[in-house]
T-cell receptor, first 111, second 112 residues
């Protein structure tokens, strides 16, 4: 049984640029959620994908978008990066009710 | 609006002492999770609590849930330095969105 893997682990981008973060779900998990964790805060829900469809969204602007692929892996795309987008981005996979398995995260720094 | 509050935000303890972290939430939920996070790392699942009165224990940590009071506690017994980390509770919010709402976190520092 594989865990959740995220790439890259660290990333530095310039304000205004675009970024794509990737997540491979735990084997058999069909639901992927993305969270943003700013320094010193708890994770905030961005959105969730279930069977390739967005299944809920938090209070984030449209420049945050995502995809889920047939193998249940997922991408988070952020356009027009702002300094406040600097954070740890966490991906979590799940299968129905029960536990969420979190990846190790991508640390994004916007300068 | 669903809110999850933890207290204290920061806890400095001596080794061997006991303490409790509290997690209050504002809306009915069917599941509550506790996670541990080490600096710069991801979230490690500690407990999932599914029903009123649920109690789970692992080593020096014990978690409980009172759904009527919308309160969960994480009790630390005879703390050791290795327990130093940030602890989060997270409430599952179903409905159309199916998401976790995290508390503010409690930074635990266990002093030798």
């Amino acid at each position: 049984e594989t865990g959740v893997t995220q790439s890259p682990t660290h990333l530095i981008k310039t304000r205004g640029q675009q970024v794509t973060l990737r997540c491979s779900s735990q084997s058999g998990h069909n639901t992927v959620s993305w969270y943003q964790q700013a320094l010193g805060q708890g994770p905030q829900f961005i959105f969730q994908y279930y069977r390739e469809e967005e299944n809920g969204r938090g209070n984030f602007p449209p420049r945050f978008s995502g995809l889920q692929f047939p193998n249940y892996s997922s991408e988070l795309n952020v356009n027009a990066l702002e300094l406040d987008d600097s954070a740890l981005y966490l991906c979590a996979s799940s299968l129905g009710p029960g536990g969420y398995t979190f990846g190790s995260g991508t640390r994004l720094t916007v300068v | 609006e669903l809110k999850v509050e933890q207290n204290p935000l920061f806890l400095s303890m001596q080794e061997g002492k006991n303490y409790t972290i509290y997690c209050n939430y504002s809306t009915t939920s069917d599941r509550l999770y506790w996670y541990r996070q080490d600096p710069g790392k991801s979230l490690e699942s500690l407990f999932v609590l599914l029903s009123n009165g649920a109690v789970k224990q692992e080593g020096r940590l014990m978690a409980s849930l009172d759904t009527k009071a919308r309160l969960s506690t994480l009790h630390i017994t005879a703390a050791v330095h290795d327990l130093s980390a940030t602890y989060f509770c997270a409430v599952h919010y179903g409905g159309a969105t199916n998401k976790l709402i995290f508390g503010t976190g409690t930074l635990l520092a266990v002093q030798p």
